[in-house]
């Protein structure tokens, strides 16, 4: 059974920028890429980014432009590098290890990590 585990995540004025991190360890059944969630406070848990086994990557709207998902094989980590952040990115943010057929389609969920926007 696969486990991923967050981590970067923490306070950061308006405009700032931070970099999450997400170790992936084990087995995981049935999935062919990697992504990130995030869930505001009193919202519904929204897909971020994905990027496939091949390197192929997808963003939601509201990010593109200012954030980037990659991965390092060889560490079996996936980053998300996130840049010029707002009060709206506040969120918890999770990784996920999943299928990617069209949609894309969760499977494993790491604990999540709390990102806050603030001055």
């Known amino acids: 059974q696969g486990q991923l585990v967050e981590s970067g995540g923490g306070l950061v004025q308006p405009g700032g920028s931070l970099r999450l991190s997400c170790v992936a360890s084990?087995?995981?059944?049935?999935?062919?890429?990697m992504g990130w969630y995030r869930q505001p406070p009193g919202k519904q848990r929204e897909l971020v980014a994905t990027i496939s086994n091949g390197g192929n990557t997808n963003y939601a709207d509201s990010v593109k432009g200012r954030f980037t998902i990659s991965r390092d094989n060889a560490k079996n980590t996936v980053y998300l590098q996130m840049n010029s952040l707002k009060p709206e990115d506040t969120a918890v943010y999770y990784c996920?290890?999943?299928?990617?057929?069209?949609?894309?389609?969760?499977?494993?969920w790491g604990q999540g990590t709390q990102v806050t926007v603030s001055s």
């Open positions: 996920n290890a999943g299928h990617h057929s069209g949609s894309y389609y969760p499977v494993y």
């Open positions: 084990g087995t995981f059944f049935g999935t062919n890429a």
